[in-house]
C-alpha cells in the first residue's frame, strides 16, 4: 500500500497494531506518547541488538488506556536475534499500542515480521516500480524460477548451472528475492511472501559453496 506524504503516518499507524513505514533515512515523527527505539551510539556498528528491543517492548506491558506509539528507526538495523525476539510481541499484540516500523530497506526485515505487520510506501520515495539492478539475461532467469513449477524447474536449473557460474547463479537467487519483496509490496499478495524463504535459503546455500544445479531444484520445490 502507498501513502502520500509523511503527516498522513499518525492516521495510519493509529489503526495497525504494527505499520512498516518505507521512507527515507532522515524521516522525523512527531508522535503523541511516543517511544523511540535507535542503534546505541555507544556502539562502533549501526545495531540495534537483542537487548535494547527486549527493554523496548518491556514498556509496552503495562495496561494502556490510550494510544501509544513505539518508534523503532531504522527498523533494519535490528539484528536478527532481536527481529526474533520483537516477533514474538507481533504475535500477541496489547490494546493501544502501535509498533511504527520506518526502514529504507524493508527487504532486510524477516519475512515474518512483514507478513504481521501493515507496510506502507511513501509514493514520493519509492523504487518498487524500477527494475533490479541487473543485465536482462540475469532479470529473465529470476522470473523464470518465480514462476515455475516443479516439473519444469530441473530444465531452467540446468540451463543457469551450464556455465557453471556461482557469481551468475548468486545474482540470480539475489534478483529473484528483490522481486518477490517488490511484487508483493505493490500488491500485498501473499503468494510472493510465501516463495521468500525458499529462495532466501537457495541464495543461502550457493553462498555456502552448494551445488548449484541441485539447490536450485532442492531448495524451490
Known amino acids: 500500500m502507498f501513502f502520500d506524504n509523511l503527516e498522513q503516518i499518525p492516521t495510519i499507524a493509529q489503526r495497525a497494531s504494527c505499520a512498516v513505514f518505507v521512507v527515507p533515512p532522515e524521516t522525523k515523527l512527531d508522535l503523541p506518547t511516543a517511544l523511540r527505539l535507535t542503534p546505541a551510539d555507544d556502539k562502533k556498528a549501526s545495531l540495534i541488538t537483542v537487548e535494547q528491543v527486549r527493554e523496548f517492548i518491556a514498556l509496552s506491558s503495562s495496561k494502556e488506556v490510550r494510544d501509544r506509539y513505539f518508534i523503532i528507526t531504522p527498523a533494519d538495523a535490528m539484528n536478527e536475534a532481536a527481529q526474533n525476539a520483537f516477533l514474538k510481541t ?13 526502514t529504507e530497506q524493508p527487504s532486510a526485515l524477516l519475512p515474518t515480521i512483514l507478513s504481521r505487520s501493515q507496510v506502507f510506501s511513501l509514493k514520493i520515495k ?96
Open 90 to 102: 507481533l504475535e500477541e499484540p496489547k490494546p493501544f499500542c502501535h509498533f511504527v516500523l520506518l
Open 126 to 221: 519509492h523504487v518498487l516500480d524500477q527494475a533490479p539492478n541487473a543485465d536482462a539475461k540475469i532479470i529473465n532467469f529470476a522470473k523464470q524460477l518465480i514462476a515455475a513449477n516443479p516439473q519444469n524447474l530441473p530444465a531452467i536449473a540446468a540451463e543457469i548451472a551450464k556455465n557453471k557460474t556461482r557469481e551468475q547463479a548468486l545474482d540470480i537467487s539475489a534478483t529473484a528475492i528483490e522481486l518477490l519483496y517488490k511484487s508483493y509490496f505493490k500488491t500485498k499478495n501473499p503468494k510472493f511472501l510465501s516463495k521468500l524463504p525458499n529462495f532466501i535459503t537457495l541464495h543461502k546455500n550457493l553462498s555456502a559453496n552448494g551445488h548449484i544445479k541441485l539447490h536450485l531444484v532442492a531448495d524451490l520445490i
